[in-house]
């Protein structure tokens, strides 16, 4: 089972910052935050990730609470093209660990 | 494109033949995965390499399906007797799995449907 709760949709007017929440209250101290994406019919798209501090890239800011059981995901100008369903995965650096992807949070970015 | 390429990119067949699919992950990447993905759900994992070595198949991965990658490249996977039920989008991912730099990309998908 997933380690993470997300809400299952969101809207978000274009333009603005779409912030996606995500809950992962059993994390352990070893284990990454992991954000990805997937558009239609695409590929899951990585986003981000993190362990501890807050994490910026060129897609997304990364926002971890100082307990580390929740996180943020912001996407600061949201666009059209950011309509997708976003996951938040926990994963430890264990060997051979897979990703256990949950429902997502269907973001939909609107006019 | 993350660098994974995935071939064919639809398969339509039907029930009882045999597919395979092939996965040609980023060069620098030794770990390799298999995830099924069906309407409405997220990825589900299957199987995963680390170079020629399968070290790890989930339940989901009947006797049906076997996965090999026999240089450590380029990986297959193939689905004997399909079944409807096998109906689903294939992906693949790669990732350098060190440290920090674990992040898996994920190629385009393979989507097989079975008639």
């Known amino acids: 089972d997933a380690k993470t709760t997300q809400p299952p949709s969101m809207d978000c007017a274009e333009g603005r910052a779409a912030n996606l929440p995500c809950n992962h209250s059993t994390i352990s101290g070893n284990e990454y935050v992991y954000w990805y994406r997937q558009i239609h019919s695409q590929g899951p798209q990585y986003i981000i990730h993190?362990?501890?501090n807050n994490e910026t890239n060129e897609m997304a800011s990364l926002i971890i609470t100082e307990d580390r059981k929740s996180s943020t995901l912001i996407l600061p100008h949201a666009t059209l093209r950011d309509t997708a369903v976003y996951y938040c995965?926990?994963?430890?650096?264990?060997?051979?660990?897979?990703?256990?992807f949950g429902p997502g949070t269907r973001l939909s970015v609107l006019p | 494109d993350t660098g994974v390429s995935q071939d064919p990119r639809h398969k339509i067949t039907k029930r009882g033949q045999n597919v395979t699919f092939r996965c040609d992950p980023i060069s620098e990447h030794n770990r390799l995965y298999w995830y099924r993905q069906t309407l409405g759900q997220g990825p589900e994992f299957l199987t995963y390499?680390?170079?020629?070595?399968?070290?790890?198949k989930s339940r989901l991965l009947s006797d049906r399906f076997s996965a090999e990658r026999p240089k450590g490249s380029f990986s297959t996977l193939e689905i004997q007797r399909t079944e409807q039920g096998d109906s689903a989008m294939y992906l693949c991912?790669?990732?350098?799995?060190?440290?920090?730099?674990?992040?898996?990309?994920f190629g385009p998908g393979t989507r097989l449907t079975v008639l």
């Open positions: 991912a790669s990732s350098l799995g060190t440290g920090w730099r674990n992040e898996q990309f």
């Open positions: 995965i926990v994963r430890g650096d264990n060997y051979g660990q897979n990703f256990v």
């Open positions: 390499f680390q170079n020629e070595a399968q070290l790890e």
């Open positions: 993190g362990l501890k």
